[in-house]
């Protein structure tokens, strides 16, 4: 169940870094309404953290934490935000998959 912890608050970072994003797109009440939804996703994701080290070592969950929101937030920022995609941003955010998986694989 900590697993499925640590994997939902990635998710939730990558929410908040959504949340952000469209904030600097928007103005006025719009923009706050994106904030108050960063200030929610933020909340959720590190109570999520939490729980998860319950059974998960401090440094394998924020790793894994920081990794799913760093590939999330990239993947974002490709299809929804028109960030470039190159060969050389693709092979790292490979091995970053390939370690945040290798760490699920070690800590089990």
Same mark, same amino acid.
């Given at each position: 169940m900590q697993w499925l912890f640590l994997v939902?608050?990635?998710l939730a970072e990558v929410a908040f870094t959504f949340?952000?994003?469209?904030?600097?797109?928007?103005? @006025? #009440?719009?923009?706050?309404?994106w904030y108050l939804g960063f200030?929610?996703?933020?909340?959720l994701s590190f109570y999520l953290l939490n729980l998860s080290l319950a059974q998960i070592p401090l440094g394998t969950a924020y790793?894994?934490?920081?990794?799913? @929101? #760093?590939v999330g937030t990239a993947a974002l920022g490709i299809?929804?935000?028109?960030?470039?995609l190159t060969g050389p941003r693709l092979f790292f955010l490979s091995t970053l998959i390939g370690?945040?998986?290798?760490?699920?694989?070690?800590?089990s």
């Open positions: 939902l608050a990635g949340c952000l994003g469209k904030a600097k797109q928007a103005v @006025g #009440a719009e923009a706050i309404s200030g929610g996703c933020s909340a790793a894994v934490w920081t990794g799913i @929101g #760093a299809f929804v935000f028109g960030d470039p370690s945040v998986l290798g760490l699920k694989v070690v800590s």
